[in-house]
């Protein structure tokens, strides 16, 4: 089984609370852990590329909101977490090791 934007992106709008890679491979049938990471180190998933998938899942109403959120989660002590890279924290007010999370 391939291994698209399209799934990543569907399993992300399904997953709210754990979305590993682990987590990813243990819901698709014939797609490892391994191949999911492979996928992620070679692409590039911009925003617009994201709203592009979640627009038409969305319903318009009046009463409600779309909120994001991002923000570096801090990694300074754990060197050899595979998806830490220095970033700008607005918390820290400086770069740290960290990873960027949007929720």
């Known amino acids: 089984m391939s291994f698209s934007t399209w799934d ?3 399993y992300l709008l399904s997953s709210p609370v754990n ?3 682990t987590n990813s491979a243990d819901h698709l ?9 492979r996928y992620l180190r070679g692409e590039t998933l911009t ?11 969305l319903q318009a109403d009046p009463n409600a909101y779309l909120v ?15 998806l830490t890279r220095r ?10 090791r960290g990873i960027g999370l949007l929720s």
């Open 87 to 96: 970033q700008y924290s607005g918390n820290a007010h400086r770069v740290i």
């Open 47 to 57: 925003p617009r590329l994201r709203w592009e998938h979640v627009k038409p899942s």
């Open 29 to 37: 049938d014939g797609v490892s852990h391994d191949r999911i990471n």
């Open 19 to 21: 979305d590993t890679v």
């Open 68 to 82: 994001f959120d991002d923000t570096v989660l801090d990694k300074r002590l754990s060197r050899s977490i595979e």
């Open 8 to 10: 990543y992106c569907q």
